[in-house]
């Protein structure tokens, strides 16, 4: 009766909300382009680079002469209180007297920098080399998030392959389980080793539970980095990835990817980060350049005005006037101002290359470090393989001595869980492996995006 009411449960869940138990297969591809796509730091990045655009344009623009229309209507209104004055001591009586005026003027004037040192050109070349400088900021970021997911991915694939591994070790407690009661049936056997076999059995399935409760949260840290919702169901597929490499295959990696300093000198040609603070220092040196012109040159500038003016509208192009001309000047003291962004300037270069120093350290160290894993996890596997041949032929040998009744069922046992662990570190093992080339890869800046 209960096993009618637990599938009339199953079956109504799966009528009301089917997508509950969908199973949605996830590529690897596809993980990093939903990471990327969803990635906010990327689009905080790319709006700062639209924000940099616009100081280019308006850089560039400060290189043409501006022009501004100007137009003023002014109105005087004049009241005088009368009085007397004397002329050759004749008294005149003067009034009291209201004027007004009107003044309508209308101007268009233009000004441009002639010369500055230059430095309203290597302005623009300091906003180009800024958006430079955010575009290998985003490939840096989507670089990280590539071998982020990378590894989030692998470590899914390498728990479903435990939880497999574990699925057989239950399936192969419950069939040893059967042998012991068909031995007990015959006479041959004790309830002893019936008790023994079932806490085993409750062992492996606890083992499997903890496998899959594993397998679980690696799913939900992979769709976190990828942004995406955590309640949803995935299963990781294998495409592109050799989860069946050989032991040749391997060495054939290690040995391709053994030489540090050929490592090591292709990240310092080819990862953004390194780029990027290549251009930093690129940026200063412009900044510098900048701060010494503003410094020691004369700003020569050209100017132009053209003036209408009358006392009405109709009469505004009576009067005419075009000035236009050149202005020089020069800055000889402007309270430091000049000569404390100079300085500013020197000091930033100086730390750009020293972070551009420690940066170079730190490729070389990563590096090293991932190929000491590298070869560690190969090492670790041919020894695992010889491990693993040697527990097969304990747990055949166990399993007949106990048939014969040469052996324990703890014989049994030791030996199967001797294998069963080893089978699960060789998981393990081959799947760091992967990981461990795949950060080669990242440190070496060879991963793309």
Not at 47 to 59: D, E, G
Not at 275 to 287: A, T
Not at 337 to 358: C, H, M, P, T
Request: proline share 1%.
């Amino acid at each position: 009766m209960n096993l009618m009411k637990k599938i009339l449960v199953l079956f109504l869940a799966l009528v009301i909300c089917p997508s509950a138990f969908a199973q949605q297969n996830v590529t690897l591809d596809d993980a990093v382009r939903t990471a990327i796509s969803n990635n906010l730091d990327i689009s905080s990045i790319q709006n700062n680079m639209i924000i940099q655009n616009y100081y280019l344009r308006r850089s560039q623009g400060a290189l043409y002469p501006s022009l501004n229309l100007n137009g003023r209507w002014t109105r005087n209104i004049t009241d005088s209180k009368g009085g007397t004055i004397f002329q050759n001591g004749v008294p005149i009586n003067i009034p009291d007297q209201s004027t007004t005026s009107n003044d309508f003027n209308l101007s268009l004037n233009s000004t441009v920098t002639l010369f500055d040192g230059f430095a309203n050109f290597r302005q623009v070349d300091y906003d180009e080399t800024a958006i430079n400088t955010y575009r290998l900021e985003i490939e840096r970021q989507k670089t990280d998030i590539v071998i982020n997911i990378n590894t989030l991915y692998i470590e899914v694939l390498k728990n479903e392959q435990i939880v497999i591994a574990n699925q057989q070790t239950l399936a192969d407690s419950r069939a040893q389980l059967e042998r012991i009661r068909e031995i007990i049936n015959v006479g041959r056997g004790t309830i002893a080793d019936l008790y023994k076999q079932d806490v085993q059995v409750a062992t492996d399935e606890l083992n499997l539970q903890r496998s899959q409760n594993v397998l679980e949260k690696s799913k939900v840290d992979l769709l976190n980095a990828m942004s995406d919702d955590v309640n949803k169901q995935v299963t990781a597929s294998a495409q592109g990835i050799n989860v069946n490499i050989t032991n040749e295959e391997l060495a054939g990696i290690v040995a391709a990817n053994s030489n540090v300093d050929v490592l090591v000198r292709r990240g310092i040609a080819d990862r953004y980060d390194f780029k990027s603070v290549m251009l930093q220092i690129e940026l200063n040196r412009i900044n510098l350049d900048i701060a010494e012109k503003k410094e020691y040159f004369p700003i020569l500038s050209a100017f132009g005005n053209y003036n209408l003016n009358g006392d009405a509208i109709g009469d505004i192009t009576n009067t005419r006037v075009a000035t236009f001309g050149l202005q020089l000047s020069y800055p000889i003291f402007q309270g430091f101002s000049y000569d404390v962004n100079r300085q500013v300037a020197e000091v930033n270069i100086k730390q750009s290359e020293l972070n551009l120093q420690k940066l170079e350290l730190a490729i070389k160290a990563e590096v090293k470090k991932a190929v000491l894993d590298l070869q560690n996890s190969y090492n670790q596997v041919v020894v695992i393989d010889r491990s693993i041949r040697s527990a097969e032929q304990d747990k055949l040998l166990s399993e007949e001595n106990y048939r014969l009744g040469l052996g324990t069922l703890l014989d049994v046992q030791i030996a199967t869980t001797r294998l069963n662990n080893l089978q699960i570190e060789k998981i393990n093992t081959t799947y760091n492996f992967l990981i461990a080339k795949r950060l080669i890869d990242y440190y070496s800046g060879q991963i793309k995006y």
